[in-house]
């Protein structure tokens, strides 16, 4: 009894030191609950302890648990996106719950130029989407993110081919020969995108190439996973900043960096499946024979039953996978990521393959005085391309072209298992797969950020940017296929380098000087440098392809050109924001810019604005009110686009190699000016008034924004005619305007709350009306310009599309057709009866119209996503519909079945005419998402665990007779061969630990 009496009285301080941890453990842990006022509880809520890099975030039911650090006061941060950020003193409580305050989205801190502003204090019209947005319907692009989802932003992705760009257009379209695409500012860096994808010379394979003309997307060197929001500045209050540059508007791109609190490893992934929507409904084999032996037509009958559209057409696999690392102290910050996508496309042999990675990196020194971030992405894209272009006529041929138009009486392959052909110009259309485009990008981007309070209200600002795009595009036609066995074969390589080097520096002065007036103030200087330099091969005549392009000069070389050319702007800027009473914001701004691309006589442009808002909310009156939130927004200013070619302000030479003289009995190719010299270019300028309202009412409950916007832009950059005789045939020269004019409406509501389901649903919409004003002035005369040619057998060679004063751009013109006569041909107005059709305005390819409408839904740990979206009032040129839906084709060819019984007379050649134009408009269900997150409150090394599966493009509901309404084949609203967007199903998930 003794000996255990001894051995108990020894295990005692054993026993002690264990309560005391155990003891010690619990009064440093804390758990507890966050819920909104309304109860609700709060996922994603970060806690962090005051004074470290300690942290949490709350569950799915808005619960945490935090093992607290041995400092000084112990105090626990709770912020939440939309909620005002909110402080608790440990003072040795175990459990802490908090309701946080609704700070909605007044309190939201959206990115400006060259800085960021609260919500509440925004003079302009500026639009943000954040990343929750991303989660419900990952995109490939960033610009799709937007879709359906921004007041005044019209994005048309071009074609559903992988990595395809997209036509964006902020308030319409302000210029006729310049860039219409907005200004893209990645992480304060902007950008200027090469035309590398272009640069593989088409011209000089002729009109007829097969290979694609269609742009990649360069946007797509930005992983969607590493977004953090992007802002929309619309107006010239919001542009004015970016001078020159901001007539589009502006697309601000932030990327994530530190992921909340502590360190978090996130990983997501999904797989997905792509099918082609619905094909065309062209003569099946049986109807094919059908037809030709009730006309007596001799045709080509080998006993096969082809659908060649399922022929060409596959079902497509994706995956996407996404490594982010995120951590650091209370003084250094990083995120890491690693990004993996694989995107096959529905026609056969193409796929998209990117890799991306990028590191953003933040310090902070000199108790905080001192502020260094650095962020960096590199991107690796492989896209192999498929044998698709619009920009081919009659003879010439590409796999979708055939597909549509090869008799489905003849078979894939031969008995030998080659591929069976008939002739040059008839190529089997799944015989294009042997055909090779190939894109290779290298894309790196990268800056510097360094921030120095010179003392508390004042602040220095150093920012260096660097970036450099490489694009190799390699195109080999083997002398085994078709298209070019008489020519022995052909390849190309082409290699296009882009670089842009940044160098800005700020002071920006920010201080609430009382109770009554707050100012800031920034001032700063920019100089930013682009080069771009090309070159080009292309060879044919090769005894062996088998190298492919590797051994290009055992070729006969058909074209061997270069360039490099650059370009340089510098300005200044500044900008006065200042605030009287928490009611009245007035915001200044003007930039100076000098660029290399103007004449000696207008290098130089001046572009102010000014905007005054007057915040209604804050008034005494209001306070009892049942309105949250009611601010007029009132703005004008001016902005530039200088998105033209280099050098056009000076003559420039050209060697031509079809004009040559005979030195010694050599033959010398000519020297030849290009252009006449301009020193009085200058950059397009635009005017733009803005009238804003912002409202909410009942808590933020229901929030909206309205503005009616009126832009014009003047001094458009356009080519003219010289007189005769002339080497010279055009010059560019100031002339002419155009002006856009529109509303725009949103509104946002949370429709019901309550512990178990919330539902928040968005509507918006958008109108803009474009004219074109002048085309001339006093010494320059224009009464219209006839544009866009048609493709294939409807070639209008005269332009489909016309820009004349009082006319919006990309208005169709032609014949207005009135119907059939008795024998089936066509007949068309002739209102002055001279015996030849009238050419007049038969269509409008602008919507009158763009609108989007989702909604969001939470049941208990289930979350679900309706995004759909549309436009109404578009009319598009089918032009691919135009040329099978002629019966004089068949049964050489394969027709559309309409082409048997619209009435049309053989003897009736293809035409262009309205008869052509369809309605464009659309409602399409651009994504449905239904999520699951776990409970992970009892998994100590698990943060978040979620997974989701998503349907894109489900339904589409419209008059359109093509594979889509959504295109942009050679011009907005000309639907000619492009490549169908799919039908997508993914499934997902996402792990944090």
């Known amino acids: 009894m003794n000996q255990i009496s001894s051995k108990l009285r020894k295990l005692v301080p054993y026993?002690?030191?264990?309560?005391?941890?155990?003891?010690?453990?619990?009064?440093?842990?804390?758990?507890?609950?966050?819920?909104?006022?309304?109860?609700?509880?709060?996922?994603?809520?970060?806690?962090?302890?005051?004074?470290?890099?300690?942290?949490?975030?709350?569950?799915?039911d808005g619960n945490y648990s935090i093992n607290l650090e041995a400092v000084g006061t112990k105090v626990l941060v709770f912020s939440f996106i939309g909620f005002q950020t909110t402080e608790e003193e440990v003072n040795n409580r175990s459990v802490i719950n908090v309701t946080l305050q609704d700070g909605?989205?007044?309190?939201?801190?959206?990115?400006?130029?060259?800085?960021?502003?609260?919500?509440?204090?925004?003079t302009g019209a500026i639009s943000s989407i954040s990343a929750e947005s991303i989660q419900d319907a990952p995109p490939i692009a960033p610009e799709q993110i937007l879709q359906g989802k921004i007041t005044g932003v019209n994005i048309v992705q071009n074609s559903g081919q992988p990595g395809s760009a997209s036509t964006v257009r902020i308030r319409g379209i302000s210029s006729i020969?310049?860039?219409?695409?907005?200004?893209?500012?990645?992480?304060?860096?902007?950008?200027?995108?090469?035309?590398?994808?272009?640069?593989?010379?088409?011209?000089?394979?002729?009109?007829?190439?097969?290979?694609?003309?269609?742009?990649?997307?360069?946007?797509?060197?930005?992983?969607?996973?590493?977004?953090?929001?992007i802002d929309v500045l619309k107006d010239?209050?919001?542009?004015?900043?970016?001078?020159?540059?901001?007539?589009?508007?502006?697309?601000?791109?932030?990327?994530?960096?530190?992921?909340?609190?502590?360190?978090?490893?996130?990983?997501?992934?999904?797989?997905?499946?792509?099918?082609?929507?619905?094909?065309?409904?062209?003569?099946?084999?049986?109807?094919?024979?059908?037809?030709?032996?009730?006309?007596?037509?001799?045709?080509?009958?080998?006993?096969?039953?082809?659908?060649?559209?399922?022929?060409?057409?596959?079902?497509?696999?994706?995956?996407?996978?996404?490594?982010?690392?995120?951590?650091?102290?209370?003084?250094?910050?990083?995120?890491?990521?690693?990004?993996?996508?694989?995107?096959?496309?529905?026609?056969?042999?193409?796929?998209?393959?990117?890799?991306?990675?990028?590191?953003?990196?933040?310090?902070?020194?000199?108790?905080?005085?001192?502020?260094?971030?650095?962020?960096?992405?590199?991107?690796?894209?492989?896209?192999?391309?498929?044998?698709?272009?619009?920009s081919i006529n009659n003879e010439g041929g590409n796999i979708l072209k055939d597909a549509l138009r090869w008799a489905p009486t003849l078979p894939?392959?031969?008995?030998?298992?080659?591929f069976y052909q008939v002739g040059e110009l008839r190529i089997n259309p799944v015989s294009w797969v042997d055909v090779e485009d190939l894109n290779k990008t290298n894309y790196f981007i990268g800056n510097t950020d360094v921030k120095f309070d010179i003392f508390e209200a004042l602040t220095f600002g150093l920012n260096l940017g660097y970036s450099n795009e490489r694009v190799d595009r390699y195109t080999l036609a083997p002398e085994t296929h078709p298209s070019a066995e008489s020519e022995g074969g052909r390849a190309s390589i082409s290699k296009f380098k882009n670089t842009t080097a940044l160098i800005e520096t700020t002071l920006t002065y920010d201080k609430q000087i009382n109770d009554s007036n707050y100012i800031n103030f920034l001032v700063g200087y920019s100089f930013q440098r682009f080069e771009n330099e090309n070159t080009f091969t292309q060879a044919n005549q090769f005894v062996s392809t088998a190298t492919k392009w590797n051994l290009i000069q055992s070729g006969n070389t058909l074209a061997n050109t270069s360039f490099k050319d650059a370009n340089r702007l510098a300005s200044y800027y500044g900008r006065l924001n200042y605030k009287l009473l928490d009611r009245y914001l007035l915001t200044l701004t003007v930039r100076r810019d000098g660029s290399s691309r103007f004449g000696e006589n207008n290098r130089w442009g001046t572009f102010p604005s000014g905007?005054?808002?007057?915040?209604?909310?804050?008034?005494?009156?209001?306070?009892?009110?049942?309105?949250?939130?009611?601010?007029?927004?009132?703005?004008?200013?001016?902005?530039?686009?200088?998105?033209?070619?280099?050098?056009?302000?000076?003559?420039?030479?050209?060697?031509?190699?079809?004009?040559?003289?005979?030195?010694?009995?050599?033959?010398?190719?000519?020297?030849?000016?290009?252009?006449?010299?301009?020193?009085n270019l200058k950059w397009e300028e635009t005017n733009q008034l803005n009238i804003g309202l912002d409202f909410g009412l009942f808590d933020q409950r229901l929030t909206g924004t309205i503005d009616y916007y009126r832009k014009r832009t003047n001094d458009l950059l356009l080519q003219f005619s010289t007189?005769?005789?002339?080497?010279?045939?055009?010059?560019?020269?100031?002339?002419?305007?155009?002006?856009?004019?529109?509303?725009?409406?949103?509104?946002?509501?949370?429709?019901?709350?309550?512990?178990?389901?919330?539902?928040?649903?968005?509507?918006?919409?958008?109108?803009?009306?474009?004219?074109?004003?002048?085309?001339?002035?006093?010494?320059?005369?224009?009464?219209?310009?006839?544009?866009?040619?048609?493709?294939?057998?409807?070639?209008?060679?005269n332009g489909i599309q016309i820009i004349r004063p009082g006319l919006p751009l990309n208005s169709f013109y032609g014949r207005k057709f009135t119907g059939l006569n008795s024998e089936g041909m066509e007949t068309y107005l002739d209102e002055d009866g001279d015996g030849e059709a009238d050419l007049l305005v038969i269509g409008n390819a602008n919507p009158d119209l763009t609108y989007g409408f989702n909604n969001n839904f939470r049941f208990k740990r289930f979350d679900a996503a309706v995004n759909m979206r549309g436009v109404i009032g578009n009319d598009i040129y089918n032009n691919t519909g135009a040329e099978f839906s002629y019966p004089v084709g068949a049964p050489g060819v394969n027709v559309l079945e309409s082409a048997l019984t619209n009435g049309t007379s053989r003897d009736e050649q293809a035409q262009y005419s309205s008869r052509w134009l369809e309605n464009g408009s659309y409602l399409r269900l651009d994504n449905l998402s239904i999520g699951y997150?776990?409970?992970?409150?009892?998994?100590?090394?698990?943060?978040?665990?979620?997974?989701?599966?998503?349907?894109?493009?489900?339904?589409?509901?419209t008059d359109y007779t093509g594979y889509d309404p959504e295109v942009n084949t050679r011009a907005v609203g000309v639907d000619y061969l492009a490549y169908p967007r799919p039908t997508s199903y993914l499934l997902g998930g996402s792990v944090t630990f």
């Open 15 to 60: 026993f002690a030191l264990v309560i005391f941890f155990s003891s010690f453990a619990q009064e440093n842990q804390v758990t507890g609950n966050v819920i909104s006022t309304e109860g609700v509880p709060l996922p994603g809520v970060n806690i962090i302890q005051k004074g470290t890099s300690n942290g949490v975030v709350t569950d799915f």
């Open 104 to 122: 909605g989205e007044l309190d939201e801190v959206v990115v400006i130029g060259y800085g960021t502003q609260k919500r509440s204090d925004v």
């Open 177 to 229: 020969s310049a860039g219409n695409d907005p200004l893209y500012v990645v992480d304060g860096v902007p950008l200027q995108f090469g035309s590398a994808n272009n640069s593989v010379s088409l011209g000089a394979q002729g009109g007829t190439t097969a290979f694609s003309n269609e742009v990649s997307n360069p946007l797509n060197i930005i992983n969607p996973a590493d977004i953090e929001s």
């Open 236 to 390: 010239a209050s919001a542009t004015a900043i970016y001078g020159s540059r901001g007539a589009n508007g502006v697309i601000i791109i932030t990327t994530k960096s530190k992921d909340g609190a502590g360190e978090n490893l996130t990983y997501d992934n999904y797989f997905g499946v792509s099918s082609v929507r619905e094909t065309l409904p062209f003569l099946s084999a049986d109807q094919y024979r059908s037809y030709a032996e009730s006309i007596d037509e001799p045709y080509s009958d080998l006993g096969a039953n082809t659908n060649w559209q399922d022929e060409i057409f596959r079902t497509a696999f994706t995956q996407n996978h996404n490594l982010a690392f995120s951590g650091g102290s209370s003084t250094t910050k990083f995120r890491a990521s690693l990004g993996y996508t694989s995107q096959e496309g529905i026609i056969l042999s193409n796929k998209l393959e990117k890799y991306t990675g990028r590191f953003n990196g933040s310090h902070r020194a000199l108790d905080g005085r001192l502020r260094l971030g650095v962020n960096m992405t590199y991107a690796n894209l492989e896209d192999d391309k498929v044998a698709i272009s619009s």
């Open 412 to 418: 894939v392959y031969n008995e030998d298992g080659s």
């Open 611 to 679: 905007a005054f808002a007057y915040n209604i909310t804050n008034e005494d009156f209001m306070q009892d009110s049942k309105i949250s939130n009611l601010k007029f927004r009132l703005g004008y200013g001016i902005t530039g686009n200088q998105e033209i070619p280099n050098n056009l302000y000076r003559e420039q030479l050209s060697i031509n190699g079809s004009s040559v003289y005979v030195f010694g009995g050599d033959a010398v190719p000519s020297v030849l000016p290009t252009n006449y010299a301009n020193p």
């Open 723 to 797: 007189a005769a005789p002339s080497v010279v045939e055009t010059q560019w020269a100031n002339v002419g305007e155009v002006e856009n004019k529109g509303f725009e409406f949103g509104i946002t509501g949370d429709i019901f709350e309550s512990n178990d389901f919330t539902w928040t649903s968005n509507l918006n919409f958008s109108t803009n009306k474009n004219e074109v004003i002048s085309l001339s002035n006093e010494n320059f005369q224009r009464d219209e310009i006839r544009t866009v040619n048609g493709s294939g057998v409807v070639g209008f060679q």
């Open 933 to 957: 997150t776990f409970n992970t409150a009892n998994i100590s090394f698990l943060k978040k665990a979620r997974i989701y599966v998503t349907g894109k493009n489900l339904l589409l509901i």
